[in-house]
């Protein structure tokens, strides 16, 4: 009689236990196969969920979609990652949620709380980052090297962008007025000497031994620099000036500045430029050349949506 209690009662488990995989199974809906890679809709609601967090989508449909699209990227991209032998590791993700965490100025146990109080679990940003750490590896090792800069081009480009202000060389001194922290002494005030200063100007070679005519006020070399180098404001006025003259007073952090011309040349240096340049035109190209491969990687996967 006992031993029939016990099957009868494990036959109800059993039962039970079937029932709740089903649960499980049908709660967890394939929704999408990325080269037989399962992606469902619990992944699709947890990633919408984030997207609303961070105010993204118009509407649950819209973000449902995009949370869609950015787990079948993700899934490329770490399936790419595994191909070249990228890997990811915890340690990784991990300094990346804290840099998350310390931008927004909150720990990580309270970021994570922050996702559970909204409703996204903290794995579903984790899992994120996984795959766009993995992706910036990929760029890194297989993308960039194909990124080609023509030298050419950027010499054509920095040509056009030399204007008459910025074709010039200087060395240059800066004669600061300083305003002591705490001191109560005013901008207009040191202003005011500043232009004092500049009246009985004579040149670089007496500049140290006039300023110390006034208290809390210094000369320092600044030494060579091209007008690439400096604001488009500084360079224009730098222009306008001769040898042996100052700029206008400025009112800077810690005081009233001004600089002196000591020696000026035309140098229509393309350096500076074409710097600005590189990284701008690089960067565009790394940019192109990521969405690029991304899309092919696209193209040939086998995306099946149901």
Not at 58 to 65: G, H, P, V, W
Not at 79 to 99: K, P
Not at 270 to 276: A, E, G, S, V
Request: glycine fraction near 4%.
């Amino acid at each position: 009689m006992t031993r029939g209690i016990a099957i009868k009662s494990l036959a109800i488990w059993l039962g039970l236990s079937l029932m709740l995989v089903a649960a499980q199974v049908q709660a967890q809906t394939v929704r999408v196969s990325v080269n037989g890679i399962a992606i469902t809709d619990q992944q699709i609601s947890a990633r919408a969920a984030l997207l609303q967090l961070e105010g993204r989508g118009a509407n649950n449909a819209a973000r449902t979609q995009m949370a869609t699209d950015e787990l079948i990227e993700d899934t490329i991209k770490l399936a790419e990652a595994e191909r070249l032998g990228i890997s990811v590791s915890s340690s990784q993700v991990d300094n990346a949620v804290s840099s998350i965490a310390s931008n927004m100025r909150v720990s990580v146990s309270n970021l994570n709380t922050i996702l559970t109080q909204n409703g996204v679990n903290p794995e579903t940003l984790r899992n994120r980052l996984r795959a766009a750490i993995a992706w910036q590896n990929i760029v890194q090792q297989a993308i960039s090297p194909r990124v080609q800069i023509s030298e050419l081009d950027l010499d054509l480009q920095a040509a056009q962008q030399v204007q008459e202000t910025t074709s010039f060389d200087y060395i240059l001194k800066e004669v600061l007025f300083v305003i002591p922290q705490g001191s109560g002494q005013s901008a207009s005030r040191r202003t005011a000497e500043a232009n004092q200063y500049r009246a009985s100007f004579a040149g670089c070679d007496t500049a140290v031994d006039l300023v110390l005519n006034y208290n809390d006020a210094a000369v320092r070399d600044i030494g060579r620099r091209h007008a690439t180098q400096l604001s488009d404001a500084m360079a224009t006025e730098l222009a306008s000036l001769t040898v042996g003259q100052l700029t206008r007073p400025r009112v800077v952090e810690n005081g009233v500045s001004m600089y002196a011309v000591c020696e000026k040349a035309e140098a229509r240096d393309l350096t500076f430029i074409k710097q600005d340049l590189r990284q701008e035109a690089g960067t565009e190209a790394l940019q192109t050349e990521a969405r690029n491969y991304l899309e092919r990687l696209k193209s040939s996967a086998a995306i099946i949506r149901r």
